[in-house]
């Protein structure tokens, strides 16, 4: 469909050169909760051409306080079918698929494999599904950003934008990397996360809940703030520019990715954000 001028002010600020790119790009969003649709949301409107959405989940009561599809005419529809609905009226032109299921190991893969991607988008909040994703795209060479924990979080300001070697005081980052270490995966996957304490009384235990062992308290703002960073790390590196952080990466890190990857360990800088097993240059919702 022709651009009838509704990305006139995103041409203006990123050029038109980047804004073919972004029509040319294809982009997956896995979890459309309280940060994936907020993701999704900001590429569409940013002008990419086509997207695929994922998540099995149905809006529920306590997603109203936070999660873009979630309004009270809404409640028990498919997330994926929702958002698919909204981001066309966006943009009519959007080539989208919606895929409304719970996907886990080979379904992941498949999807992945389905079609030649420029970027990954993962906003999962349960751990095992999480690190198969990130797996399998650090294995395929994926470019791929991954939203930590924004359960518990209050302060905006401390959300941070850097690879997972270089994540830190974020629980879930933290189980992330000892499972991704032991998958001989130390770094090459940009992460969204916050190092604010989690306040003891934000965490409650829960039973009988899908894939929930405990329920973190959230507040309206801080997982669609996190959605919108994801989105910036891929809008902005489709366009050519390399997110880089000058957070430190670990003497320990270093020493093995300078060991499985015969770089001198000089030129891993503490900002240089290394690439293990060939990747790209490139929690609670």
Known sequence: MEDTGWTDRTALLLGDANMEKLRAASVLVMGLGGVGAYAAEMLVRAGIGKICIVDGDEVSLTNLNRQLPALHSTLGQSKAGILKARFLDINPGLEIEAIGEYVKDQRMVEILESRPFDYVVDAIDTLSPKIYLL???????????????????????????????????????????????????????????????????????????????????????????????????VIRELCGERVVSDLPVPLSVRRKIAEEEKFPIAEIGDGARPLKSGAPDSGSD
């Open 135 to 233: 797996y399998h795209c650090v294995k395929r060479k994926m470019r791929v950003v991954s939203a930590m924990g924004s359960g518990g979080k209050a302060d905006p300001l401390q959300l941070k934008i850097c690879d997972i070697s270089q994540t830190y005081n974020c629980a879930l980052a933290d189980a992330l990397r000892k499972r991704l270490h032991k998958l001989n995966i130390y770094t090459g996957i940009q992460a969204v996360f916050s190092p604010e304490p989690v306040p003891a009384h934000a965490v409650r235990k829960t039973f009988g809940e899908r894939n929930k062992k405990s329920m973190v308290g959230t507040v309206s703002y801080m997982p669609p703030l996190v959605g919108c960073l994801c989105a910036s790390v």
